[in-house]
């Protein structure tokens, strides 16, 4: 089992930037694929990008491939989401969530953070 918490949200001009972390409990973090996922107000929560175990694999929703950067750091138990050029379309909270298996079906994730508020202003 794991325990996600995120920080680095924030309120933020457009054209501007946020570092998401999320950072989990327990020895088998390192084992996990990890995925950040976002739910606007009124919206689904729809998928935002996620990275194999190994920070080997990464894969992005089309509406921030270019823009947004996902990475980790096993040692320290972290995985991150960098996030330039925002947008306010980009406002909502943002989750990291943890599976054994990569994909980007949230309803597959068995592990979820508290999320995070990501507010980006016109």
């Known amino acids: 089992q794991v325990q996600l918490v995120e920080s680095g949200g924030g309120l933020v001009q457009a054209g501007g930037s946020l570092r998401l972390s999320c950072a989990g409990s327990?020895?088998?973090?390192?084992?996990?694929?990890m995925g950040w996922f976002r739910q606007a107000p009124g919206k689904e929560r729809s998928f935002v990008a996620a990275?194999?175990?190994?920070?080997?694999?990464?894969y992005y929703a089309d509406s921030v491939k270019g823009r947004f950067t996902i990475s980790r750091d096993n040692a320290k138990n972290t995985v991150y989401l960098q996030m330039d050029s925002l947008k306010p379309e980009d406002t909502a909270v943002y989750y990291c969530?943890?599976?054994?298996?990569?994909?980007?079906?949230?309803?597959?994730?068995?592990?979820w953070g508290q999320g995070t508020q990501v507010t980006v202003s016109s």
């Open positions: 969530a943890a599976d054994r298996v990569f994909g980007t079906n949230p309803n597959r994730y068995n592990y």
């Open positions: 990275i194999s175990w190994s920070g080997g694999s990464t």
């Open positions: 327990g020895r088998t973090f390192s084992s996990y694929t």
